[in-house]
């Protein structure tokens, strides 16, 4: 089984930069793409970034592109999400998610495991 830990949110102000970061366990994280999804309160789970195994391939949900990126250390088991020109609409619960099949989607049923997520607020 693989176990994913969210870590790195918290509370900033707009226009701060935040890392989140997702140490993966249990199963050899170089066969997994790997992606971010956030949930606000009230709202559906939204794609916001995904990575290939390798990591040369990535994808980005259109409200962060140019702003977040994603990247993994294979050597470490983890992925990280760099996120930069932070906005109150940021303000969700970030998760992690594996894909053991393969390929990167925005489409979150494709993922098989998640974190429990790590929340980042975002005041103005």
């Known amino acids: 089984q693989v176990q994913l830990v969210e870590s790195g949110g918290g509370m900033v102000q707009a226009g701060d930069s935040l890392r989140l970061s997702c140490a993966a366990s249990?199963?050899?994280?170089?066969?997994?793409?790997m992606a971010w999804f956030r949930q606000a309160p009230g709202k559906e789970r939204e794609f916001v970034a995904a990575?290939?195994?390798?990591?040369?391939?990535?994808d980005y949900g259109d409200s962060v592109k140019g702003r977040f990126t994603i990247s993994r250390d294979n050597a470490k088991n983890t992925v990280y999400l760099q996120m930069s020109s932070l906005e109150p609409a940021d303000t969700a619960l970030y998760y992690c998610?594996?894909?053991?099949?393969?390929?990167?989607?925005?489409?979150?049923?494709?993922?098989?495991?998640w974190g429990q997520g790590t929340q980042v607020t975002v005041s103005s």
């Open positions: 998610a594996a894909n053991f099949l393969g390929g990167i989607t925005p489409r979150a049923a494709e993922y098989d495991r």
């Open positions: 249990g199963r050899s994280f170089s066969f997994l793409d």
């Open positions: 990575v290939s195994r390798g990591g040369e391939t990535t």
